[in-house]
């Protein structure tokens, strides 16, 4: 694909998931270079090279994924001295960014199993492949493990983990989301997966993964995080929020019967946020952390400061 066309199909949804999203985004940046001119002028390599990125980072300006991947490819080849050495190394971070990408999930479960004990009860909300990873990596470094899997309403993504879990022949214990402080008692520690994660360390994610940690918060039993690190929302060192996507009424209550009752609104929050002080750890490919200390990962892995944040809102303002 072209570049236009990987941006359009990123723009429309057709190309999606966070890892999809900014493997698709790579790819086209490093193929892109492969049409622009050589003429020995690095400064002009690189002017059509940050147009291009420009014209990637606008399709989702929200998205968590896309900018990381950007910034993690462009850093080293805006330092590059000439023109070859910049596609040079545009070609090797892309490359490099791909395969991590691809075998993030992999690294994760390792270290997600390392910090489950023989032994534990664990409970899970939502279908985090990072944390059924970890779980059924724990499963297969033969440890003793029994797992409580809630439904997640209203789509009920629940059954879904229930039948991996099942399929791995881990011992399951199906519970209604209301149902969770009353079971935490029996459990030994939470593993959830993130949809975002912010420079404080909060985590964002599916709508009742932060009643759940306030209730292991309060029973004294550790929650660990799972996410990939482009997963970690740069944005938020600038102080922007990450907005809560709603979604419609009548997956909650139909519409023939919201008709009939004019005084009721429903509300569908599909992810809330956790704050930092509930959860023990975050388990990245890049290692685990406490979740002070996301600001690190933004900075020193995946390159994000200031300067470089100001220049990526440059960058989309002219596309």
């Not at 519409?255 to 992810?271: G, M, Q, T, W």
């Amino acid at each position: 694909m072209t570049l236009a066309e990987t941006a359009e199909k990123i723009k429309t949804m057709e190309i999606r998931g966070a890892g999809k999203i900014a493997r698709e985004a790579v790819s086209a940046l490093r193929d892109h270079a492969e049409t622009i001119p050589r003429t020995g002028d690095v400064k002009t390599f690189l002017r059509e090279l940050e147009y291009a990125a420009g014209v990637l980072l606008a399709t989702r300006p929200t998205a968590v994924s896309l900018p990381n991947a950007i910034q993690i490819v462009m850093r080293d080849v805006r330092n590059a001295k000439t023109e070859e050495a910049a596609r040079c190394i545009l070609n090797d971070k892309a490359n490099q960014f791909i395969w991590s990408s691809r075998t993030a999930l992999d690294r994760i479960s390792v270290m997600g199993a390392n910090h489950i004990p023989n032994g534990s009860v664990i409970m899970t909300h939502c279908n985090s492949k990072a944390a059924l990873g970890s779980i059924i990596e724990a499963k297969n470094q033969g440890k003793d493990i029994e797992v409580y899997a809630t439904e997640v309403r209203p789509w009920n993504q629940g059954r879904l983990t229930i039948k991996t879990l099942n399929d791995n022949k881990i011992p399951t214990t199906y519970i209604v989301d209301s149902a969770v402080r009353s079971m935490m008692k029996d459990v030994d520690l939470v593993i959830v997966g993130a949809d975002a994660i912010t420079v404080n360390g909060a985590v964002v994610n599916k709508i009742g993964t932060s009643q759940i940690a306030l209730a292991a918060h309060e029973a004294r039993k550790n929650v660990i995080v799972t996410a990939e690190t482009y997963k970690f929302a740069p944005r938020t060192i600038l102080g922007e929020l990450i907005q809560i996507e709603e979604r419609p009424q009548n997956e909650i209550l139909p519409d023939e019967i919201a008709a009939s009752l004019p005084f009721v609104k429903v509300k569908n929050p599909v992810f809330d946020v956790t704050p930092a002080e509930y959860i023990d750890m975050i388990i990245t490919e890049a290692g685990a952390l406490p979740p002070h200390l996301a600001y690190t990962i933004m900075r020193e892995y995946l390159g994000w400061g200031l300067d470089e944040l100001q220049n990526q809102f440059l960058s989309m303002e002219k596309h």
